[in-house]
C-alpha cells in the first residue's frame, strides 16, 4: 500500500466527505496563515535591553530569538501531531498570542518572577490541564468563570496586544505628564516603516490574500534592510533598523528543562496566579476556539457541542506540557485554523500537513532573528484588531454582565497584565449579582474565586509582596 492509500485509509477520507487534495490544501492554508508565529513568538519571548523576557545566560540576542524559534516549531509541531493521530480534527495548535507576552512582560517583567519559574507555572498548568481532561471536568471548570468575563478576555488581550505592539512599533511612546503619547512618527524611521508595514498588512488581510500576516511582516522587515542599506539609522540604540542575518543556531539545550530551576525559591501565591491565569485564558480560547472553528466546518453535534471534545483538549494540554518543558509559554489551538476548514479541511490529515510544514520551517530559524522587533510586532497590532470582536458577545445592557466585562477589558492594558483583568472581571461578578439582588445565580466557587483574587489584590497592593 503506497503513502497516497495510507492516509486515505488512516484518516477515513472517503466516509468523512473529504479527498486527499483537498486536505493538503487545507493544511498549507492555514499554516500559511500562522506560520507568522514561527518570528513574532521568539521576539516576544527574548529579552532585549530594557524588554523583559527570556535572558539564556551565555548567549546574544539573535542566538536566544533561534533557540525560542526552533522550540516554537517543535512545540507547534509536536502539538498538532497529537491532534492530527489523536483527536483527528483539522486544527492546529502553536503558542498562544496573549499568552506570550503576558509571560514576558506581566510575569518576568513586571512580577519579576524568572523566566524558569514562568516555565515551570505553564508545566504546572499543562499537567493539571491534562489531569482535568482525562478525569472530564472540563464542564465543571468553565462553569467557575463568569460569562461575561469570558466574553470579556478576547477583547482585552486585543487591548494588550495592541498596546505592547505600538510600543515596539514606536508610535505609542511614554510621556511625563499622559504616561502615554503617539510618538514622533514623521521623524521616526522606525514608526513610519511600522505605520507603513500595518496599514499593508491590514490591507492585504482585507482582501483575503493567504498569509497576510507572515506576509506584512516579512515585506516590513525588507524595507527596512533597504531603508538600511541606504544609511538610513534606527533612533534606539542597540536596535538596528535591519539586523543582519545570523549563524544558523539549532542547540536548544540551555531552554530545555530550565522549568526544573524554575521550582526553586517559588512564591506560591504569585506562582498560583499566574498558574491560574495560564490555565484560564488557555483553557477558554481553546473551548471557544475549537466550538467557533468546527462551526464552520459544519462538526457541531445537535446541541452546538464538538464531539469528543476532550481529544482536542488533550491535544492542547500536551502540546502546552511539551512546550513549557522545551522552554516556549502555553500553546493552543489557533483560530487560524478556519481558514483551512473553509478550505475543505475536515481530518486529522490536514493537522498533519501543518505539523510538518512546522517542522519544514526549521530550514529558515536564522531568518527569525533578522526580522526587526517593530516588523515582528505588527503581527500583534492585526491580531488585537481581529479580537475585539469577541466583545460583541457581552450583553452590555444587563450591568451585571456590562460591569465585570468592562472592568476586564480597561484593567488587562491599563495594568499592563492579563491576570489583573481577568481577576478584575472575577471579583465584580459576584458583587454585582449581589448588588441586583441575583444573588442565586452566583456558584459558590465563583465566591471563593472572588475572595482569592481580592486576597492576592491586597496583599499585592499593599506591599507585602513587592518582592514578586
Known sequence: MGIRETLVDHFDLADRGADLRTELLAGLTTFLTMSYIVVVNPAILAARGEKPGIAVAGA????????LAVVTILAAATA???????ADRPFALAPGMGLNAFFAYTVVGAMGVPWETALAAIVVEGVLFVALTVVGAREYVIKLF?????????????????????????????DPATLVQLGNVASNPVALLSVAGLFLTL???TRGVRGSIILGVLLTAAAGWIAASMGVQSPT?????????PAPQYDISPLVGAFVRGFRNVEALAFTLVVVTFFFVDFLETAGTLTGVAQVGDMLDEEGNLPDMDKPLMADAVGTTVGGMLGTSTVTTYVESATGVEAGGRTGLTALVVSLLFLASL?????????PLYASHIALVVVAILMLGNAADVDWHDPTHAVPAGLTIIAMPLTYSIAYGIAAGIVSYPLMKLAAGEADDVHVGQWLLALAFAGYFALRTSGALASI
Open 146 to 174: 463568569p460569562e461575561p468575563v469570558k466574553f470579556a478576555v478576547g477583547a482585552a488581550l486585543g487591548l494588550f496586544l495592541a498596546f505592547i505592539g505600538l510600543q515596539e512599533m514606536q508610535v505609542v511612546v511614554a
Open 203 to 205: 490591507g492585504l488581510y
Open 60 to 67: 546574544s540576542y539573535a542566538e536566544t530569538v533561534q533557540m
Open 80 to 86: 498538532t501531531l497529537v491532534m492530527a493521530f489523536y
Open 237 to 245: 540604540p542597540g536596535a538596528p533598523l535591519a539586523p543582519s542575518i
Open 363 to 371: 530550514a529558515i530559524v536564522p531568518l527569525a532573528a533578522a526580522i
